[in-house]
């Protein structure tokens, strides 16, 4: 059974911005997915879509077998991890309770009203701590930590969830590179031993790359490429980084999905 | 359920959290002063149904006597406004002596803060008071300057506050050109707290209306004293037209305030 | 002849309408309510040495010390209705405050029948509610500490929703992420952020509230307000010049602590909630 299965999904804003055209796809447990395309191309949208930050206008995403819609939210939910760009931390909030947050969703309202958690929960955050190498920060306020450090935070607040799947909006584009590759060998650790999905958004070309068991191209809210990262020649490169020329034209089939399956 | 947590690296030991001692301090603390001034809760758990039975006689107003009771809240409003605008005179002049970075030297600048803090510190009902026996006699016209009075504390501190907080590039630039203490004020000063000294005249505005609406009750004029003769004689209907009148307006001008406030920004 | 004519540096020569317009309005409206104020400065001038008598007159004779035991009582009656009358508003505001804010209601309308109810309790100044409650429950400070309450719900509530609505929205998705429920997003992304803000207006309020609990006594609703009132109209000066001076003691004190806990506050926890 696919981790993810992404059926004809589109997405208008508010606004009119019709951010994605009905992608389809299937994500492979134990995976780590690269999620690659220029600004604007609807990345983060698709990424969102995947945990319901954002609801559809059409077609419907299933996770691990389970239809996301209003009733099912905090269910997928709990077992889908999500790392942010900006970390997303309670800055004021010491590192263990904001990786504890993680574990809200097993927990009722009541008993987290006065922030007590179960021993069962705490052995969860110290493990999730020392598997980001940060134990030695539970008592320090979020906001007092490095760029690197908060996302390790966030990276250990999604392992603390127990999850199948994690979604990462670029990860590492407030960080510097050697944080930046920090962040990205511990996702990439985590795909390998844990067997949980990774699937990321990322700028940068060399570490999709490095990194990805599969590269999933996207322009103007179409799929544009897919497939291995041997695919992804420099001319597939440069074709997804071109503007989006007229409606028509994007409504083929792009040359380069046509180069990555044959 | 193993709880194994022995081959990971040790957590630091945990800060004390003070938190609980600190809220059982408060509560207990809270709990003798209650006990030191006889409240009991009771008497609102058991008084129930008789403090609703109180309420209910409000329940018919009698909007007869309305048109003098608009005339009141006019009055009370021009108490607000001729007291805001004492206020504002007062604390204009007084506010940059009060400046850390532009009053002349320490004395002037201990000197006024001190008289803004004493205006600060009588409250207007107490002014009103003692300007009316002292001679100002019944009427609005002491109920505004005890409102202005009172409120130039405020309002002069504000203006003190913002007047610091201004860049001091601004000034040093005008030191540079030898400008003197009244030029910088009117060159750097004031025009770079325009915006901050509307927002908090405006609202001391709302606030001196609020106020001036109780002045009637020490004999300044306005709905108050309208309002402490009903409720004295126990006239519930109209108390409760005087009561309606005086909510609506301040509700409608607590809209305003806050239109013209949001505006600013 | 130009050489002396003044101009304004503008395009045309003119003070900037935003300085004149405000200035003709409030000056148009002093003079239609010139009349209901019966605002006279000569009048005000007049009396000025009639005003320095009284003053003097709390001078005349040495403070009666046999009435400080009385004063010592009352002003701590007085400061603890406002400490009280701070602490419940407290209470009930933060729940309030996350009925009223718009990005944590539970419902569009429950927001606004809240904030309209907290517009009512701020709509009456604490001596209106005193002489209602007063009516209501008998003399005595526990009327008072209600009447400050009920005004200080109507602030704290409505400061502690404003702050809620402009906390980073970072946190409040990232833990809405996390499949936490409605009730904890709310309580461990919204509430830690809105916190110092909180605690700010907490402070600010407890030094309004001291001010306004000195003068409750006028309508019986406990305090120092009763001796006040009675040592004014019982021309007993010697009285009065001491509980001024009490008051403004207290006051003052308060006033300077909750200055340097709140710029402490605002320091301390400012650096990532600045805006
Ligand atoms: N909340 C929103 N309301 C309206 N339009 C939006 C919203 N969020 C995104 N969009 C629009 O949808 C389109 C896709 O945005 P999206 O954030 O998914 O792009 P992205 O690929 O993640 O870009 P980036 O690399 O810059 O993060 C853009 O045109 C954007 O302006
Ligand atoms: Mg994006």
């Known amino acids: 059974m696919s981790a993810i299965v992404i059926d004809k999904v589109e997405k208008t804003y508010a606004n009119g911005t019709r951010a994605v055209h009905g992608i389809s796809l299937n994500i492979e447990p134990g995976q780590f997915t690269v999620i690659l395309g220029p600004s604007g191309a609807g990345k983060s949208t698709l990424l969102r879509m995947m945990n319901g930050l954002e609801t559809p206008s059409a077609g419907s995403v299933t996770i691990n077998g389970t239809l996301l819609e209003r009733k099912t939210l905090r269910q997928v939910r709990r077992t889908v991890g999500m790392v942010f760009q900006q970390f997303n931390l309670v800055g004021r909030l010491n590192v263990m309770t904001n990786v504890l947050t993680g574990r809200l969703a097993y927990r009722s309202w009541l008993g987290s009203v006065l922030h007590l958690f179960r021993d069962k929960d705490l052995v969860i955050g110290h493990e999730a701590l020392a598997r980001v190498g940060l134990t030695d920060k539970a008592w320090v306020r979020a906001d007092q930590l490095s760029g690197g450090q908060q996302q390790r935070v966030g990276i250990a607040r999604a392992l603390a969830q127990k999850p199948r799947v994690i979604l990462a909006d670029e990860p590492v584009a407030s960080l510097d590179p050697l944080a930046s590759e920090e962040v990205l060998d511990l996702l990439k650790g985590i795909c390998q031993n844990d067997g949980i999905s990774v699937v990321a958004n990322l700028h940068q070309v060399e570490y999709s790359r490095r990194y990805a068991d599969r590269i999933i191209g996207i322009n103007a809210g179409r799929v544009v490429f897919d497939g291995p990262p041997d695919a992804l020649t420099d001319e597939v490169v440069e074709a997804l980084y071109r503007r989006p020329t007229s409606p028509e034209e994007k409504s083929h089939e792009p040359a380069a999905l046509a180069l990555a399956h044959a | ?265 | 002849m130009s050489l002396l004519r003044l101009r304004w540096p503008t395009p045309n020569g003119l003070p900037p309408r935003l300085i004149w317009m405000p200035l003709l309005i409030v000056a148009v409206l002093l003079a239609i309510s010139e009349h209901l104020v019966e605002f006279s400065p000569l009048f005000v001038l007049s009396k000025i040495d009639e005003i320095g008598a009284f003053i003097a007159r709390m001078f005349e004779n040495p403070p009666p010390l046999d009435y400080l035991p009385q004063l010592a009582e009352k002003m701590l009656e007085t400061i603890e209705m406002a400490i009280l009358a701070t602490l419940i508003a407290a209470v009930i505001s933060l729940p309030m405050g996350f009925l009223a804010a718009h990005n944590a209601t539970p419902h569009p309308l429950v927001g606004q029948v809240v904030r309209d109810l907290l517009s009512f309790f701020r709509a009456l100044p604490e001596l209106v509610w005193a002489l209602v409650f007063v009516s209501a429950i008998g003399l005595g400070p526990f009327p008072g500490i209600l009447a400050i309450a009920v005004v200080s719900i109507g602030f704290m509530a409505k400061f502690f929703a404003e702050a809620i609505e402009v906390v980073n929205k970072g946190p409040i998705e990232g833990i809405h992420a996390t499949g936490a429920g409605w009730f904890q997003v709310r309580y461990f992304a919204m509430f830690p952020q809105a916190l110092p803000d909180f605690v700010g207006t907490l402070l600010y309020v407890l030094d309004h509230n001291l001010r306004a609990a000195t003068v409750l006594g006028i309508v019986g609703a406990g305090g120092i307000g009763f001796d006040l009132i009675n040592s004014i109209r019982y021309f007993e000066f010697d009285r009065l010049i001491i509980i001024v001076l009490a008051i403004y003691l207290a006051v003052t004190v308060v006033d300077r602590l909750s200055d340097t806990l709140r710029t402490r506050i605002i320091q301390g926890g400012g650096c990532k909630h600045g805006s």
Do not use: C
Request: proline share 5%.
């Open chain 2, 1 to 265: 359920m193993a709880l194994e947590t022995t081959n990971l690296p040790p957590l630091p030991p945990k800060p004390r959290n003070l938190f609980p001692l600190w809220a059982s301090a408060i509560v207990g603390l809270a709990w003798m002063m209650g006990v030191q001034l006889d409240i009991s809760p009771k008497t609102l758990i058991y008084g129930w149904e008789d403090i609703l039975e109180y309420f209910s006689r409000y329940s018919s107003p009698d909007f007869s006597q309305a048109p003098g009771y608009v005339v009141l809240m006019l009055q009370t409003m021009a108490m607000g406004l001729w007291g805001t605008v004492l206020a504002f005179v007062l604390g204009f002049f007084l506010a940059p002596f009060a400046a850390r970075n532009l009053s002349p030297n320490a004395w002037t600048y201990n000197l006024a803060r001190e008289a803004l803090n004493f205006m600060r510190a009588m409250p207007d009902v107490l002014l009103a008071l003692v300007l009316i026996s002292a001679g100002l006699g019944l009427g609005p016209q002491a109920g505004a300057l005890a409102l202005g009075i009172h409120t130039a504390g405020f309002l002069g501190k504000f203006f003190a506050e913002s007047l610091e907080r201004v860049d001091k590039g601004s000034y040093e630039a005008l030191d540079a050109v030898g400008a003197g203490f009244s030029q910088k004020l009117m060159y750097a000063g004031w025009p770079s707290i325009l915006r901050e000294m509307s927002g908090y005249t405006l609202y001391i505005l709302d606030r001196n209306i609020r106020t001036a609406a109780v002045l009637g009750l020490v004999g300044a004029g306005g709905i108050g004293i309208a309002l402490y003769d009903t409720l004295r004689m126990f006239n519930y209907s109209q108390s409760a037209a005087l009561l309606i009148v005086l909510v609506i307006t301040i509700m409608v001008l607590d809209r305003m305030s806050n239109f013209i406030r949001s505006k600013l920004q």
